[in-house]
């Protein structure tokens, strides 16, 4: 089973940045497709972005493309979301995700970490 602990969260201004972290244990980070994923109160959790396990594909929701960006380091056991010209919309929770398949679908993944809070004021 592989555990993710997501980190980098916080409170923000609009237009300011981020870099939210998650690290794996527990299994072959190179192997797994990891991704991020936001929810908001009431919400289902949202697809934000997915890298496949080399980091040669990757994409992003339509509405976060040219402010998100989605990257790992395999020696790290690292994925990263650089989160940059922060919108109050874009608060909510954050979580990390691993699995098998290169997809955007929630239910794709079979790993979840415990999710980080990100907070963008106005």
């Known amino acids: 089973q592989v555990q993710l602990v997501e980190s980098g969260g916080g409170t923000v201004q609009a237009g300011d940045s981020l870099r939210l972290s998650c690290t794996a244990s527990?299994?072959?980070?190179?192997?797994?497709?990891m991704a991020w994923f936001c929810q908001t109160p009431g919400k289902e959790r949202e697809f934000v972005a997915v890298i496949s396990g080399s980091g040669a594909s990757a994409t992003n929701v339509d509405s976060m493309k040219g402010r998100f960006t989605i990257s790992r380091d395999n020696d790290k056991n690292t994925v990263y979301l650089q989160m940059n010209n922060l919108e109050p919309e874009d608060t909510a929770v954050y979580y990390c995700a691993a699995g098998g398949k290169f997809a955007v679908s929630a239910g794709s993944f079979t790993s979840w970490g415990h999710g980080t809070q990100v907070t963008v004021s106005s």
């Open positions: 527990g299994g072959t980070f190179s192997s797994l497709v």
